[in-house]
């Protein structure tokens, strides 16, 4: 039974293998050979074109040294001088051809093909002739002459074919003074017509036009019987061939039981003549047919050989075949279950994966946790610290004394700038800085940036400079916050590292940025489109101490500074340009270095920012702040009383920590209030609904109830009880964004970030107190 169907398996597999193929091969042939066929005789006609250019290309030739040496004999300028002479009477005809005729000697002379010359004066007078004279048809003078070169048909004039270029001559105004007429030899182009090279036994190259409604040749064909050169029907296929060539088409013109075999046909450029190139069909396609029908027998017979072989070949390869389906299937069975393996441990890896980026996603949010609590418990004391430095020195101080108190005030802000600048990189590192798009003036921001910068650099005794394109617009909506905080910093480098030569802040809009030229019309009104947004460089310059080349490839990268020496010098934490480059991505930009050693640097970026029109703005959709009043009008009048009221102003401080809350009261002593202090929330919220007050400043982080908690309690007893909600402002050393959002959210009027400095908390005070005056 096993060997019975092996054989038949070997039967069907050697009977349908050998069908296959020969089925196969058969619609391989049949569908190959029509196209190659039709390619062949494409390639045959792109040939025929192919010939028909290239001897255009030599009769065009040919015009064009004959268009040339005309244009050269009618410019000369001294018989161009002679002959406007001539024309205005100062030279009489016997004068003028005396000047003139040995001037077109020497120029018949120069070219073999040039006949004779004829010169007309402007009123078609001919003045001088050498050489042969002009055939019967070109001795007239039409008035169109003057209007460029014109070349004529060939004429025949005995046994010489000629041809007639003219040319105007033009005095250096445009006056008309006469027209050359020059007297061409035709043998250049009979013999380019008369070259059949490459067109076989039965081609030959036809030259004509379409003249009184007949086809005309300007050679009698030699190859060509029954067909004379004049009097051609536009009916016949020389006639429909001139027609399309003096129509500028250039194609190859076959039909049904041709006469003249295959036509490819073509225009001369700058005439109206036309170039035809002949073949029998029979001996362009015969070669061709030949070719195919070898293809085809070779096919066949490959189909043939290709049957026999494999009908020899599979006998005895079906035995290895059943086995080699066996092995196969095993093989796809083992290969199946590894894969199966393989996906199993990708999906472990996959796993492996996810809990390793949630651990890391922990381990991330607990180092924010950790910064934000180590910042609040630095801010903390750090607050009272500065605070109490700043009033110390408003007191009677001596000399000494004052510049201790500027070296502790100089170390804690330095102190301060490193924890925002850790906090900053955090931040940026954990994605939790968002781009905010404000709109704002570019002139006045980039006034106020140097405005800071300017007093410092007035004291190292250098020029700071700024330079805003005239091209960059000035209203701009953008990441404001991110572009102050980077030039903060790079000004604050370059004036730290510079002693003396200048500084420049310069603003630039990239060029691959630019707006494309107009091409509407002046008094047509553009369409509407959307504003596109636009780059702005940034370049800060600098004539500073420079940075090494081996420095500059990392000098963006975090806690790198110049050198050692320049650590010990200038100090720093080496975070601000890392915390820049950071910025400046997210802006959409780049930011690079230039330097060198002891001449200077200069640091630029780019930022993407929208250009707005002063229209365009949208309207204030809230009331816009009333006036507030200094911090002058809220402290006693010369009488103890307020300006406006005879009560004092109540304020309720909510602070649990006793340093920081005697650092306010002695920031309110000057103005006319009375200070509770609350050490946590829930006494604020029992001495608020006790008492009226006009004002709340509010810690945040607190024992027993926080400062969010206290917020919202507030706001609730205010509605529940319809009283008129008062500012509450909010004291913090939590300086994350999401932080200050919760405070406002809790209900707080603004936020003020620990250590509060005294005038912006005077300041914050007068805005608010002078709204609630305004109120009663």
Known sequence: MVSESSQQIQKAITRYSALGILTIGLIVALVSIFPLYQHLKNYVNEQMIFATRSRTMAVEQFLSKSREVTLQIASRSQIKKSLAAYTHGEISRSELIAETVGRLTEALKQSSDVQGITRFDHQGEAVVQIGLPLPEPERNFPKDLFQGTQISDPINQGNQSLLVVSAPILGSNGERLGVDKVVFSFKELGDIVADNT??????????????????????????TMNLESAGISLTSEIGLALQKAAAGETGVFTSENSTYGIIAYGPVTGTTWGILVRMDDTELYVPIQQQVVMIASIISMLIVLGVLGMTFLLRPLTGKIIIQTNELEEEIRQKTLTLENELIERRR????????????????????????????EIRTPLNAMLGMVELLGETQLVEEQ????SIFRDSGNNLLKLINEILDLSKIESGKIESKQLVFNLADFIAHLTKLFTPKAMEKGFVLKEAIAPEVPLLLEGDSESLHHILMNLLGNAVKFTEQGNITLAVDLEPSHSDPPNSDPPNSDPPPSPIQPIALRFTVTDTGIGIPDELQTNIFDSFIQGDASITRKYGGTGLGLSICKKRVELMGGQIRVESEPGKGSTFSFTAVFLPLQADSLPLPTVPLPSPTIGVDELKPSSTGKSNDTDRLWEILLVEDTEVNAMMVQLYL?????????????????????????????????????????????????????????????????????????????????????????????????????STEMSKK
Request: with cysteine; charged share 25%.
């Open 402 to 405: 004052k510049k201790y108190i």
């Open 198 to 223: 490459g067109l076989g036994e039965s081609g030959e190259m036809l030259l004509g036009r379409i003249q009184d409604g007949q086809g005309v040749l300007f050679f009698q064909p030699q190859k």
């Open 349 to 376: 890896i996959e796993n492996e994966l996810i809990i390793a980026k949630e651990e890391a996603d922990v381990a991330n949010l607990a180092k924010s946790s950790f910064l934000a609590n180590m910042s609040h």
């Open 669 to 769: 002593k000057a103005l006319q209030c009375r200070l509770d202090v609350a050490e946590n929330g829930v006494v604020a919220l029992d001495q608020f609904k006790r008492k009226e007050y006009d004002l709340v400043l509010m810690d945040i982080q607190m024992p027993v109830k926080d400062g969010y908690e206290a917020t919202q309690e507030i706001r609730q007893w205010e509605k529940l009880n319809g009283r008129e909600p008062i500012p509450i402002i909010a004291l913090t050393a939590n300086v994350f964004a999401e932080d200050q959002e919760r405070c406002l959210a809790a209900g707080c009027n603004t936020v003020l970030a620990k250590p509060v400095k005294k005038k912006v908390l005077l300041e914050t005070l007068s805005h608010y107190l």
